[in-house]
């Protein structure tokens, strides 16, 4: 069965850190590019980083870039955001979601996970 799953997730008070993980089974992660998310009540989901197959390359979304970290280890199968500096605008559910051609897009992917929930606030 093919599954993301995300977790991690929390309440933390502005300025913390945490660090999510999305675990894949099912499917060879490193053969997929894997795409950050977030999506916060009464927005739209919100695009915010992708990490392609081998690492190589990461982009991010001007909002985090600075503050989160998107890495991959492809032997456990795994891909990591460490959020550092958050703010209480991060509160949001958070998604992986992953594509074997391109970065995954809000609308455009072959897996996505279910969320893990980001409470920023003191």
């Known amino acids: 069965q093919v599954q993301l799953v995300e977790s991690g997730g929390g309440l933390v008070q502005p300025g913390g850190s945490l660090r999510l993980t999305c675990a894949a089974s099912?499917?060879?992660?490193?053969?997929?590019?894997i795409g950050w998310f977030r999506q916060a009540p009464g927005k739209e989901r919100e695009g915010l980083s992708c990490?392609?197959?081998?690492?190589?390359?990461?982009t991010y979304v001007d909002s985090v870039k600075g503050r989160f970290t998107i890495s991959r280890d492809n032997a456990k199968s795994t891909v990591y955001l460490q959020m550092n500096s958050l703010k209480p605008e991060d509160t949001a559910v958070y998604y992986c979601?992953?594509?074997?051609?391109?970065?995954?897009?809000?609308?455009?992917?072959?897996?996505r996970g279910q969320g893990t929930q980001v409470t920023v606030s003191s």
């Open positions: 979601a992953a594509d074997p051609l391109l970065c995954p897009t809000i609308h455009t992917y072959s897996y």
């Open positions: 990490i392609t197959t081998t690492a190589s390359s990461t």
């Open positions: 099912g499917f060879t992660l490193e053969q997929y590019y």
